[in-house]
């Protein structure tokens, strides 16, 4: 037989949840079910409530401005990405590959990348620049089609312009 509801039960839920309490830890402090603890609120005239809406939706607007600013930096690191990427494209490097019966190691120092790999570069660029975008758009309506077009063009340029050089260089 469940135990009745006492004064006592009465004035620690009024008590505790004047302590901004839920009703599940009202229920663990004084011993009784969450059920129980809704039964003895109800009966307050008015009724106490355990509404918990205002505190989410605080809690969801301070997450959701924790997310943009990490997505904006993640945005603001993907761009730096893409700007160290597009300095080797026509930087220095050292191609290297295992070659011979022997598989012996061996190199060559190029003036630029070979055509693959510069391809290879500028397929990185443009991910780390559209995933850039998706992550924190540029702003203005209109501009934002125009950035896009024109980083567009940008891609197919690069592109072009390693093919015409990656074809003298033996690509």
Do not use: C
């Given at each position: ?70 997505r904006a930096a993640l945005a603001i690191g993907l761009q730096d990405d893409a700007e160290r990427l ?31 790999d510069q391809r290879q570069i500028i397929a990185s660029v443009q991910t780390a620049v559209g995933t850039s975008l998706r992550l924190a758009p540029a702003e203005g309506g209109e501009n934002a ?27």
């Amino acid at each position: 037989m469940a135990r009745p509801i006492t004064d006592d039960d009465r004035r620690r839920v009024r008590e505790l949840h004047a302590q901004d309490k839920s009703r599940n830890e009202i229920a663990r402090e004084i011993g009784r079910s969450p059920s129980t603890v809704s039964k003895i609120a109800g009966q307050f005239e008015p009724p106490l409530s355990f509404d918990r809406a205002p505190q989410v939706e605080a809690a969801t607007r301070v997450r959701t401005a924790d997310l943009a600013a990490r997505r904006a930096a993640l945005a603001i690191g993907l761009q730096d990405d893409a700007e160290r990427l597009r300095g080797q494209l026509w930087s220095p490097t050292i191609y290297g590959e295992f070659a011979g019966k022997e598989g012996d190691w061996q190199h060559v120092n190029l003036d630029q990348p070979r055509f693959v790999d510069q391809r290879q570069i500028i397929a990185s660029v443009q991910t780390a620049v559209g995933t850039s975008l998706r992550l924190a758009p540029a702003e203005g309506g209109e501009n934002a089609e125009q950035v896009r077009s024109m980083l567009g063009a940008l891609g197919e340029a690069l592109t072009q312009a390693a093919h015409e050089d990656g074809g003298a260089a033996g690509g």
